[in-house]
């Protein structure tokens, strides 16, 4: 769950129906890595330009419902937990 900044969790809703509308992500995952800060990790097609950077980020803090900050990471592929499943949302606080 996500974990918004006054305390609050709830399951986190992030937009990927519309990524494919603004970049070319073939998968995506979100790591909260501290209260304020999301990761988002992709698989692309291609090297993404600045404008849909600021889109994706704009889709999923507003999916969110917050302005978190957020850095971009572009990955071959994307790993599976500990428990050997896939998870689009992971909090490591």
């Known amino acids: 769950m996500v974990t918004m ?10 937009g990927f129906a519309e990524y494919r509308s ?4 073939r998968q995506y995952q979100l790591i909260q890595k501290n209260i304020s800060t999301i990761e988002m ?3 692309v097609d291609r090297p993404l ?3 849909e ?3 994706l980020c704009a889709i999923v803090r507003r ?3 917050h302005h978190f900050e957020m850095t971009i990471v572009c990955l071959p592929d994307l790993p599976v937990g500990p428990n050997g499943k896939f998870e689009e ?3 490591e606080i």
């Open 5 to 14: 900044p006054d305390g609050k969790k709830h399951w986190p809703l992030v």
């Open 22 to 25: 603004v970049a070319p992500v």
């Open 41 to 43: 990790r992709l698989i």
């Open 49 to 51: 330009v600045t404008s």
């Open 53 to 55: 950077k600021d889109a």
């Open 63 to 65: 999916s969110l419902g």
């Open 89 to 91: 949302f992971v909090s």
